[in-house]
């Protein structure tokens, strides 16, 4: 166990690595001239016509979450697994899964507390937005990946009582 010192200098230095971590800053899609079609328009997902509207923007900004954590996290996840954190490979997608599940927990929470939204829907976007921060941590102190994976169980676990509410409100998630 570490004497109250240690442990308010870990958590300070802790608080400052983070707070300095680099941020990943996606690049504007500029369609290329000569070819017209090469950018794609994907339609969003059909809402009941009763659907509530606090709802249906929660809902909408948590599945952009989802969407793109899960996809930074599971490049993390592929590269680590047979691995370890010495590979300079899963060193890379370990920033950048951490990166993006900083932001995933900010904009859940964001999400989370839109005005007027239901609580059940609120709630579980709390719990995985705070799942999406015990796991950055643990991917930046490099726990093992049991321990990893328990997280990202409980997170997809948050997610889909979610995905439920909001479905049950008339939209998505």
């Known amino acids: 166990m570490l004497c109250p010192k240690a442990t308010t200098a870990l958590l300070i230095a802790l608080g ?19 070819s017209p079609d090469s950018v794609v328009q994907v339609a969003g997902a059909p809402t009941a016509d009763n659907a509530d509207p606090v709802a249906v923007q929660a809902c909408a900004q948590f599945a952009q979450v989802l969407d793109g954590s899960a996809t930074y996290y ?12 010495a ?7 370990n920033v950048t899964g951490r990166t993006a599940l900083r932001e995933a927990a900010g904009l859940s929470m964001g999400a989370a507390n839109t005005p ?9 976007m709390r719990t995985w937005s705070l799942g999406a921060t015990k796991l950055l941590l643990k991917m930046g102190l490099r726990i093992d990946g049991e321990s990893l994976n328990s997280t990202a169980a409980e997170m997809n676990s948050q997610a889909t009582r979610a995905q ?4 049950a409100a008339g939209t998505h998630a």
Request: glycine content about 10%.
């Open 116 to 124: 007027g939204l239901a609580p059940d829907i609120a709630a579980p």
């Open 16 to 34: 400052i690595g983070l707070s300095s971590a680099a941020t990943a800053v996606a690049d504007d899609v500029i369609p290329d001239p000569a």
């Open 87 to 93: 590979d300079p490979a899963v060193a890379t997608s």
């Open 74 to 85: 599971g490049d993390f996840a592929d590269s680590y697994e047979g691995s370890g954190y």
């Open 164 to 167: 439920e509410a909001c479905a």
